[in-house]
């Protein structure tokens, strides 16, 4: 089950895209004998009263739900309603609730069982436990509230799966279902799991390999067979297939091993599948000749968009973060990836955290600014205070208000306090965030797979004068941000701009953003297989 994002910001952001962990843990259930259905609230455009009744009549013994702290609310909505109407065992998996599984399970007796970490064995394991009567509370990696002893129980952690080509290819019936319906939706795919850099705001060095660190890759050929199999739902041409690893490519010798075994099966096979994937400005050195070689044969297979991990524009910021990179590297890393044609549409930034201050901020605008990410969206982004972050054990936070509470954390300082608070006012109160950061990644998505496709020369004109047009949209955003910083710093008591003035700010950018939606979504999708963000 993969519940409703119960966030407006998120709803409006992201396209459909599959729940992957859900479509390996159902391929896996499948291929040990268990019959499994995979709702997708929001994919099959249902609320949680429709899944419930169809959990109900269709007599599901074992409710598996995927959940991070934006689908917790629709979950536990939906495991309450579930259990009024029935005995079903209810399990909870994912990040969220593998490292804040006591406070969970001690709020929500809905809730019978967290499996913690890497799931799709656990979830087997549990299945047929409560299938054959064994006892389900011995499981290795589960978590459950103890009624006899009133406080929450945690088995020790499962040992993460020595090989992934014992998993057979996700299951992916939501996926298949929207392509039935003509409704586009983001595939993804895992090539490796784990992740070697600590940073602070992130959890997925502990998560992805059950608290072990461990890193582990699948083989080339099994990947690729499963990218092969997927080759059906990229026949319109208009998506990226999604690489859900960590970090992509790294330095390491295991890892460039991995990557050219990977561009040697994809070249043998001449598979045409665009992909995108997450990288670090670290994962090349663009000094070296034979990087660069690496780079232009990774986009020859296919990779031709990179979300690449910036987090900020500030040296003191990105320290905190414990990145390990400074923003010189991540200038120098942007531009050589856009160079050589594989930059992202979209990169990671988090530009608040509790001690930032405004020189901090604007160091980190006038980065974004260069780099062409220079949206209300990006400027407006906090560090959110996910279950198992370093970051969180050093941050002076109050109790958190709900399980998903992941902002329970004033700023130190008040003028930055009150950046935030206009910021997120404008965030909350109009569609322009959305709106700009939804638009300017697909139009860019759709570029990068044009140019896969057709080729860079056949798309250098339309591309250059899409960049043209999200540039002077940005110019403005930056003059905006930056007149806000000015007033702070002459007078850090400041209340925030006039109503009027704000608003004069919002109407122009989406008069603007309407303008290059006209102009550029009918010309890279001219079949009308994607619908316009705003009607």
């Known amino acids: 089950m993969n519940p409703q ?16 962990a859900l479509g390996l843990a159902a391929a896996l259930l499948r291929h040990n004998g268990h019959d499994v259905s995979i709702i997708d609230l929001r994919a099959d455009r249902k609320n949680e009263r429709e899944a419930s009744r169809e959990i109900t009549e269709s007599e599901f013994g074992l409710i ?15 495991a309450q309603l579930v ?10 998996g994912g990040e969220h609730a593998t490292y804040l599984d006591e406070k969970l399970l001690g709020e929500y007796r809905c809730v019978d069982f967290v499996i913690r970490g890497e799931g799709e064995d ?19 990696g589960v978590s459950y509230f103890a009624e ?19 998993l057979p290819f996700a299951a992916r019936d939501v996926a298949q279902r929207c392509r039935d319906r003509g409704v586009p939706i983001e595939i993804g795919i895992l090539g490796q799991r784990g992740c070697p850099f600590p940073c602070s705001f992130c959890n997925a060095n502990r998560f992805l390999g059950n608290d072990t660190m461990s890193l582990r890759y699948r083989s080339p050929k099994n990947l690729v067979d499963e990218m092969e199999s997927l080759l059906p739902f990229f026949a319109e041409r208009n998506l990226l297939l999604r690489f859900y690893d960590a970090t992509f490519v790294t330095r390491s010798l295991n890892s460039r091993s991995w990557i050219l075994g990977l561009c040697a099966e994809l070249e043998e096979r001449q598979l045409r599948i665009p992909f995108d994937v997450f990288v670090r400005a670290d994962s090349f050195d663009f000094d070296n000749p034979g990087d660069l070689a690496l780079i232009r ?22 320290d905190i973060y414990n990145k390990k990179v400074h923003t010189n590297a991540s200038l120098r890393a942007f531009t050589e990836l856009r160079k050589l044609g594989v930059w992202g549409s979209t990169n990671g930034v988090i530009t608040f955290h509790q001690q930032v201050t405004l020189p901090q901020i604007r160091n980190t605008l006038r980065f974004l600014r260069q780099v062409g990410l220079c949206t209300v969206w990006n400027l407006t982004s906090r560090v959110e205070t996910l279950p198992g972050i370093r970051l969180g054990d050093e941050m002076s936070v109050k109790p958190r208000r709900s399980v998903w509470d992941v902002a329970n954390y004033d700023l130190d300082d008040p003028a930055a306090t009150t950046l935030l608070r206009i910021l997120t006012d404008l965030n909350t109160n109009y569609l322009l965030p959305r709106f700009e950061d ?14 896969f496709y057709d080729g860079p020369a056949a798309w250098a004109t339309t ?11 940005q110019q403005q955003t930056y003059a905006f941000m930056d007149g806000l910083l000015t007033r702070l710093d002459a007078d850090p008591r400041w209340a925030g701009p006039a109503h009027g003035e704000l608003l004069s700010f919002v109407d122009g950018q989406m008069r603007a953003l309407g303008a290059l939606q006209a102009t550029f979504l009918t010309t890279l999708a001219p079949n009308g297989t994607l619908e316009p963000v705003l009607a």
């Open 5 to 20: 994002t119960d966030n407006d910001d998120m709803r409006e952001m992201y396209v459909y895209h599959e729940n992957l």
């Open 64 to 78: 598996g739900v995927s959940v991070n702290y934006a689908t917790l609310p629709s979950a536990l909505k939906l």
């Open 83 to 92: 259990k009024m109407s029935g005995p079903a065992t209810i399990v909870f």
């Open 122 to 140: 656990g979830l087997v394991d549990l299945a047929g436990a409560i299938e054959s009567g064994d006892d389900p509370y011995a499981l290795r």
């Open 148 to 166: 006899d002893q009133q406080r929450v129980v945690r088995n020790p952690n499962r040992t993460p799966m020595p090989s992934l080509d014992v």
């Open 297 to 318: 044969r990774l986009r020859g297979v296919g990779m031709v968009s990179t979300y690449l991990g910036l987090e900020a524009g500030d040296d003191e910021t990105l």
């Open 438 to 451: 939804h638009l300017t990644r697909r139009l860019r998505d759709l570029v990068r797979i044009k140019c």
């Open 463 to 473: 591309e250059a004068q899409l960049e043209a047009g999200i540039s002077r949209i």
